[in-house]
């Protein structure tokens, strides 16, 4: 049973860039949150998607933006990097029950991104 | 607002030392409690959850009990190996809202 996966492992832009990072969430799950990891910091959540739509939000600006695709995998999407945007991107399945409220969180590895 | 206060690292012990790392909260309501690990390079774990006051989360020979009067959720473990050496998150998640906030990690390093 496969677990999280997430892709690309590292991935490096210049100030300015766009950049789309990918999850796939564990078998039988439907729901993928984002986190960001600063270096040296606890993850901090991003948003969470369910049923293709963004069911919740962290504090991150309209920069940051995501999908989620009728098989359950996910994109997060970054515009304008920033120096400040370095960092490890988790992505997080779990699965809705009763519609609302989540069960266990699995994380995958993550992806590193450096902004030059 | 709600948050995650974590001991700061790093904490160096030897093998077989008896392991304590202390996180309080602070949360509305009744929020679930969480110890996360990430070892070198990987993604984060569950390592052990409570739900309620008074729970005790064990998992590989950790430990952690709810404690509702102190707000505690201090993570223990009698004898530390070397394969322990990691980074552990404190966290909670409150009850009516799914994201899960951390605490900013405790670095640990057990010597041989």
């Known amino acids: 049973d496969a677990g999280v996966t997430q892709s690309p492992t590292h991935l490096i832009k210049t100030r300015g860039q766009q950049v789309t990072l990918r999850c796939s969430p564990k078998s039988g799950h439907d729901t993928v949150s984002w986190y960001q990891q600063a270096l040296g910091q606890g993850p901090q959540f991003i948003f969470q998607y369910y049923e293709e739509e963004e069911r919740q939000r962290g504090n991150f600006p309209d920069r940051f933006s995501g999908h989620q695709f009728p098989n359950y995998s996910s994109e997060l999407n970054v515009n304008a990097l920033l120096l400040g945007d370095s960092a490890l991107y988790l992505c997080?399945?779990?699965?809705?029950?009763?519609?609302?409220?989540?069960?266990?969180?699995?994380f995958g590895p993550g992806t590193r991104l450096t902004v030059l | 607002g709600n948050s995650v206060t974590q001991m700061e690292g790093p904490v160096t012990l030897s093998e077989e030392a008896f392991l304590t790392i202390n996180c309080t909260y602070t949360a509305t309501g009744y929020p679930s409690l969480f110890w996360y690990v990430q070892y070198p390079g990987e993604g984060l774990q569950l390592l052990l959850k409570a739900t309620k006051a008074d729970d005790k989360g064990s998992n590989k020979g950790f430990e952690a009990t709810y404690r509702k009067e102190t707000t505690s959720f201090h993570l223990e473990k009698g004898s530390v190996q070397v394969s322990d050496s990691a980074v552990y998150f404190c966290?909670?998640?409150?009850?009516?809202?799914?994201?899960?906030?951390f605490g900013k990690g405790t670095r640990l390093h057990i010597l041989p």
């Open positions: 997080a399945s779990s699965q809705t029950t009763g519609g609302k409220g989540t069960d266990t969180q699995y």
């Open positions: 966290a909670l998640r409150r009850n009516r809202d799914d994201k899960i906030i």
